[in-house]
């Protein structure tokens, strides 16, 4: 395929992925795409509420930009964090996975998942959460966790991003460099891990590791201060983290995404525009926007400004926009639109029905025993 060629605007455009409010594309929702061009959106909840109507939702958001698709993604990990409406598959927490240790299942739910997905018009999936659940205190990760050790978390993790993305998916490791040991929720305030970094490699990294080796497409960073990696900026902003770990220890070249900017991990801190742009300059590639319109625009002008001024280089930025658009080429080309009839066909199906029966009743067996026993 020939290179995309893409103005400045686009360009920056290209780095943004925004989350909005409704069901349906909006005029007011078509001009902000048409105007500002970012390069994906995210969907929640809020957004969907069946298949009809999900399949005509990413249908009129890939109309809007007609020049490169859009990423359309989601948060659809199983168990709490499931955004699909009634009428899909939901598989159970990602823990179920970790406690049967069976790749073959890992790998057919996120198959499924994927599958559902694809047949909608939504394109990527944020998962595999590939947090070791280290710390029983943690109020964010514990069953969202495949497991308690990096084995199982990194071996889960694998085959999941291999069903996604095998059945052309995009995949995202999350959350770099490890949520798992944290004891407050990114969400509501910035976590400090004091662990030493002989504890991270031992714990945490090594289910990133293994996923940068095996070339999945993006990750997700952490609203995470760890001491002993920068004393004084969280992961996501930190050039020590993303730029010296990830991208040259680690040697991984796909697309870094940022946790969500708008979490108090975040917001308690930094303004929108000064946190895309710190976040662009510590090596991440997409900027995470996923509600409030006004925070998105100030973050695209901060981020203009910054190209024209030099902040970020011309370089820097076509870096970004390189990795985006291998990915895009990888995954969404060639385009083609959803279509109900046959989205209703796949979206919980009665294949897909059959697997979630297999796992449920795994659970059951499993519920009487303790999990040591079966990790």
Request: with cysteine; charged share 25%.
């Amino acid at each position: 395929m020939p290179r995309l060629e893409l103005t400045s605007r686009e360009k920056i455009g290209q780095l943004f992925m925004v989350g909005f409010l409704g069901t349906s594309v909006t005029p007011e929702l078509a001009s902000f795409i048409k105007d500002y061009k970012p390069g994906g959106v995210i969907l929640f909840s809020r957004n969907l509420e069946s298949v009809e109507q999900i399949v005509e939702l990413t249908n009129d958001l890939q109309r809007c930009s007609p020049k490169s698709p859009l990423l359309i993604s989601i948060d659809q990990e199983g168990g709490r964090v499931s955004r699909l409406p009634k009428g899909f598959t939901i598989f159970p927490p990602c823990e179920l996975l970790g406690r049967c240790n069976s790749s073959e299942l890992a790998y057919a739910a996120a198959a499924t998942i994927a599958k559902e997905l694809k047949a909608v018009g939504i394109n990527m999936n944020m998962a595999p959460v590939l947090d070791v659940n280290s710390n029983p205190d943690n109020p964010v990760i514990g069953d969202r966790a495949f497991g308690s050790t990096p084995e199982v978390v990194g071996e889960m993790g694998l085959v999941t991003a291999a069903g996604l993305q095998d059945n052309k998916v995009v995949a995202c490791g999350k959350h770099f460099p490890g949520h798992g040991d944290t004891n407050a929720d990114s969400h509501k305030e910035l976590p400090v891990v004091e662990a030493s970094r002989e504890r991270l490699e031992a714990v945490e990294f090594p289910p990133f590791r293994r996923a940068a080796a095996a070339g999945v497409a993006t990750m997700m960073t952490a609203h995470v201060l760890y001491k002993a990696l920068d004393e004084r900026i969280p992961a996501t902003l930190s050039p020590a983290v993303i730029t010296n770990l990830l991208r040259e220890e680690m040697r991984y070249d796909g697309v870094v995404l940022t946790d969500d900017l708008e979490m108090h991990a975040i917001v308690d801190h930094y303004g929108p525009g000064d946190a895309a742009v710190r976040a662009l300059l510590a090596g991440c590639d997409v900027l995470l926007i996923c509600k409030d319109r006004d925070r998105e625009i100030a973050a695209f002008a901060a981020v203009e400004q910054a190209v024209s001024s030099g902040t970020i280089e011309s370089a820097r930025l076509n870096q970004s926009v390189a990795r985006i658009q291998r990915v895009k080429q990888r995954f969404l080309l060639p385009y083609r639109p959803a279509i109900i009839s046959e989205a209703k066909l796949v979206a919980g199906c009665r294949t897909h029905q059959a697997l979630l029966h297999n796992m449920q009743q795994a659970k059951a067996r499993l519920e009487h025993l303790p999990a040591a026993r079966v990790v």
